[in-house]
């Protein structure tokens, strides 16, 4: 199986400023097809996940565009420009190129 | 307005069995693969099983092949869990998903003595 690792595990944030995530393949997550099946999910406690980024780089319909993903092969990142209060939770990077799909351990994002 | 609904967890002794359910609306249901997803209480999420929008293709994660089995039911929009020889360690919120990109709110089963 693949393993989807993350850093930081925590990261506390101070409202209005930057924030990133990084997540690591252990192996290429290109797709037979060409694409890259990377997605970004983040969960608020009691609620069921919600997906923000598709495919390394598109968001979803709804997500603010404070929220950018980027990167290639094995390497990934989620951006948020200016750190909100609604943006505290805890967010997963999850491959789906090859099964059984995994998630990443998951980053906890709160306030300062 | 999408949504999934899932039923039919709860609590259940080691080795007994539990049926999840998830009705689906608001998309065209047979279009679609749809997954299960399980939580453990304070822990990471885990696939579990995916079924193809036919429902000819089935896979499972290695932890609960032989004792899970994934289906669906296009006239009625639900797809279903049942799980057998059940154990602690699947003692998770399950949730059931329509591809990766929409989930619904989950079902708790707890399976404990």
């Known amino acids: 199986d693949i393993v989807m690792t993350q850093s930081p595990l925590s990261l506390p944030v101070t409202l209005g400023q930057p924030a990133s995530i990084s997540c690591r393949s252990s192996?290429?997550?290109?797709?037979?097809?060409?694409?890259?099946?990377l997605n970004w999910f983040y969960q608020r406690p009691g609620q069921s996940p919600r997906r923000l980024i598709y495919?390394?780089?598109n968001r979803d319909s709804g997500v603010p565009d404070r929220f950018s993903g980027s990167g290639s092969g094995t390497d990934f990142t989620l951006k948020i420009s200016r750190v909100e209060a609604e943006d505290v939770g805890v967010y997963y990077c999850m491959q789906g190129s090859h099964w059984p799909f995994t998630f990443g351990p998951g980053t906890k994002v709160d306030v300062k | 307005e999408m949504q999934l609904v899932e039923a039919g967890g709860g609590l259940v002794q080691p080795g007994g069995s539990l049926r999840l359910s998830c009705a689906a609306s608001?998309?065209?249901?047979?279009?679609?693969?749809m997954y299960w997803v399980r939580q453990a209480p304070g822990k990471g999420l885990v696939w579990v099983s995916r079924i193809n929008s036919d429902g000819s293709s089935t896979t499972y994660a290695d932890s609960v092949k032989g004792r899970f089995t994934i289906s669906r039911d296009n006239g009625k929009n639900t797809v279903y869990l049942q799980m057998n020889s059940l154990r602690a360690e699947d003692t998770a919120v399950y949730y059931c998903t329509r591809g990766v990109d929409f989930w619904g709110q989950g079902t708790l089963v707890t399976v404990s003595s």
């Open positions: 192996q290429s997550l290109v797709f037979s097809d060409g694409n890259t099946y």
């Open positions: 495919k390394v780089s």
């Open positions: 608001g998309f065209s249901f047979s279009s679609f693969w």
